[in-house]
């Protein structure tokens, strides 16, 4: 089934992106939080069977994170992104790692680049970090130049030598 | 390094000196990469440039090995491996620090999780500089190390021991916790 037929049924607004040197045809949709298990349900029913990716925004002046669904049909070759915004102050959502599993991962590593919590995921465990105890630092106002120069800068030569 | 089997034949200070060159012939290098760097090291060990006719083979496992190569840039989880892996290796070892990254960080000079300089970690006896350095400079870089093994230079593994509390000390700032 066709994307654009879903969104008709699904009565929900979308836009056409467009990619230099790609013709696939690829949309955006910004959809309603709490709708938008059963939209990635209805999509799963009609061939979009590829969850590619799960990535996510940080929109500091709105102060919203904005997550990123993002689906495949091999059926009709169609790129579907669905966003949704969620607080930035309080950044919680539900996990949808029973529609598919691989979202576990992603849902991870997001938990841990951005801190964004995932109600209902219970393996929210460090995934690429590791002895980490700063904020999350993927969010924009994590100064990383700063935090590099103060956490290795500081660390003194062992034979003299000259600092950096 | 062995014990002197004939004292009474062999002054100790000859001895060392064939030790030294007899093993700077024969140096096995632990296959660890890090990084991007490992990329030269194929063309390197293969026919094209043939590391193993200066007496350097690959070796799967640390504690056969002499020669650790860090081949790019060593995130904070890559060093505790690369810690554990140096420690593992019996003396004497020599350590070669392969491109920008672990001299400075190179690229990754800002990055959160990324070290910049390895020779706070761990003690480095040759540096080949280069983003990537070419298979001309590699072997360059391990005939320098062959030069100071013979006179007596490469002492890295004799300075770990040495300042061992300080490296440790510094290897503990950016480690949280050793054990996991």
Redesign the interface.
């Known amino acids: 089934m066709k994307a654009e037929e879903l969104f008709k049924e699904l009565n929900v607004e979308y836009e056409m992106m467009k990619v230099k040197g790609n013709e696939d045809p690829r949309y955006r949709v910004k959809v309603n939080a709490d709708k938008l298990e059963d939209i990635i349900v209805k999509f799963k029913e009609n061939g979009f069977r590829h969850f590619v990716a799960l990535s996510c925004v940080d929109w500091i002046k709105d102060g919203k994170f904005e997550l990123i669904y993002h689906l495949f049909s091999y059926e009709t070759l169609e790129d579907v992104f669905l966003s949704i915004y969620i607080p930035r102050d309080e950044p919680k959502y539900r996990s949808l790692r029973h529609l598919f599993p691989q979202i576990e991962t992603y849902e991870r590593e997001i938990h841990e680049m951005f801190g964004v919590d995932f109600e209902g995921n219970d393996r929210l465990i460090p995934l690429?970090?590791?002895?980490w105890?700063?904020m999350p630092?993927m969010r924009k106002d994590?100064d990383?130049?700063k935090?590099?120069k103060e956490?290795?800068?500081s660390?003194?030569?062992?034979?003299g030598?000259d600092e950096? | 390094m062995n014990e002197n089997p004939f004292p009474s034949i062999i002054p100790e200070k000859d001895w060392k000196k064939i030790q030294r060159m007899l093993s700077k012939r024969s140096l096995w290098m632990i296959h660890f990469c890090t990084g991007c760097g490992a990329m030269e090291m194929p063309p390197t060990m293969t026919s094209r440039y043939d590391m193993e006719r200066f007496g350097i083979i690959p070796m799967a496992t640390p504690r056969q090995a002499d020669l650790l190569l860090v081949t790019g840039y060593v995130a904070v989880k890559t060093l505790k491996r690369i810690v554990r892996v140096y420690e593992q290796m019996q003396d004497p070892k020599y350590v070669i620090s392969f491109g920008s990254c672990p001299i400075n960080g190179g690229l990754y000079w800002d990055s959160y999780n990324t070290i910049k300089r390895l020779d706070k970690y761990i003690p480095v006896d040759i540096y080949i500089a280069g983003c990537m350095p070419r298979p001309e400079a590699i072997m360059d870089g391990f005939l320098k190390l062959m030069k100071d093994i013979d006179e007596g230079r490469a002492d890295g593994w004799l300075r770990y021991r040495k300042y061992y509390d300080k490296y440790r000390a510094n290897q503990m700032r950016v480690f949280r916790r050793w054990d996991e």
């Open positions: 690429i970090l590791e002895d105890n700063d630092p994590f990383t130049e935090y590099a956490k290795y800068g660390i003194p030569p062992v034979e030598g950096e």
